[in-house]
């Protein structure tokens, strides 16, 4: 059963690819009615509670970990409210080991069937429109640095995420 009222960990992106990202959003959104969201990766939870040890656990993490570079794969959607249309994110062995040690900050339910990406609409909207949509966006198939990590507060019932706190990743020897 879907959780949908917690916490989340999400990965943030630094401003120039934060600009491109919402340039894309804004367009996917112009055909596809959303409720607004902060662009992210979606990385951990969730968690339904959290408690003032654990911020200083991520606080901590960001200092000590890299930034990353995640590979997109191009646009993609489900037949879920959540992940209705988004950018797709190929699976590497830095985002896994990344989301492994966030797990080992404060366990969490560490799915195999975890499928990265970064939403561009959150709804139920037609598999028609949605295919039509992919097929006039251009080609984005490049790397986004993922630069800091956050903690969000969710509770998808009313629409709510909002970041309570977010941390800088560490700017060298990133990946």
Known sequence: MRINKGYWVWGLFPSREIKLLNEIKANVQSKLKSPFFETHITLAG????????????LKTFGETNSVIMLNVDGYDFKQEMFESFYLSIKKSRNLHEFRKDIYEL???????????????????????????????????KKKIKMSKIALVEVDEDI?????????????????
């Open 159 to 175: 629409n709510l995420w909002k970041i309570l706190e977010s941390f800088d990743l560490n700017l060298n020897n990133s990946s």
């Open 106 to 140: 404060n366990k969490f339910e560490l799915e195999n069937n975890y499928s990265p990406h970064i939403s561009l609409a959150y709804g139920n909207h037609d598999i028609k429109e949605k295919k039509i949509l992919i097929s006039k966006l251009p080609e984005f």
């Open 46 to 57: 969730p968690y339904l509670k959290i408690d003032k040890l654990f911020l200083n656990k």
